[in-house]
T-cell receptor, first 111, second 113 residues
């Protein structure tokens, strides 16, 4: 798999359910970030987790990072229709902090 | 909340023409980036810029591309002679400092005819 590869590629859930999205990467990282992109819009930063952190929370978001498995997960609890979007993980690996993105996960939350 | 602003939102240009995409970074941010996203594909890094010089560039960022910060505020991406395959969304991103998240603009949709 490529750096910042998410799964599943598409996820459809009912409003109120939890959504879990996974990301795997190949190289060592400084940090890993999750972004949301609504159709035709820019990338909105959701959460950043550093390589020495294992879990982080922000509102309804929970991110975990397992550097031994080179993987991360994003959990959105109590999903809402407004959470419908594409979600990307991006790894920051180098001195200049360029981000390497995965292909993204399309999340559809049915009202 | 401060935002990264990009103009224009949509640019249609004939192949071979020059285009300049503009970005106004968040005011206290020091690190600047351009990314592009071809329709249906992943977001790809083009170039990073710090202290008025390029700090890193990708293979995509060939001699047809250039960046500058001419007036200390706007951060521009120029494509000298556009090709059909340059059609994409171009995103500017800025970052305040080390281990800080990058903040993205809404992008410029570039369509080459």
């Amino acid at each position: 798999s490529q750096q910042g590869e998410e799964d599943p590629q598409a996820l459809s859930i009912q409003e109120g359910e939890n959504a879990t999205m996974n990301c795997s990467y190949k190289t060592s990282i400084n940090n890993l970030q999750w972004y949301r992109q609504n159709s035709g819009r820019g990338l909105v930063h959701l959460i950043l987790i550093r390589s020495n952190e294992r879990e982080k929370h922000s509102g309804r978001l929970r991110v975990t990072l397992d550097t031994s498995k080179k993987s991360s997960s994003l959990l959105i609890t109590a999903s809402r229709a407004a959470d419908t979007a594409s979600y990307f993980c991006a790894t920051d690996s180098g001195a200049n902090s360029k981000l390497t993105f995965g292909k993204g996960i399309t999340l559809s939350v049915r009202p | 909340e401060p935002e990264v602003t990009q103009t224009p939102s949509h640019q249609v240009t004939q192949m071979g023409q020059e285009v300049i995409l503009r970005c106004v970074p968040i005011s206290n941010h020091l690190y600047f980036y351009w990314y592009r996203q071809i329709l249906g594909q992943k977001v790809e890094f083009l170039v990073s810029f710090y202290n008025n010089e390029i700090s890193e560039k990708s293979e995509i960022f060939d001699d047809q591309f250039s960046v500058e910060r001419p007036d200390g505020s706007n951060f521009t991406l120029k494509i000298r002679s556009t090709k059909l395959e340059d059609s994409a969304m171009y995103f500017c991103a800025t970052r305040q400092g080390a281990a800080q998240p990058q903040h993205f603009g809404d992008g410029t949709r570039l369509s080459i005819l």
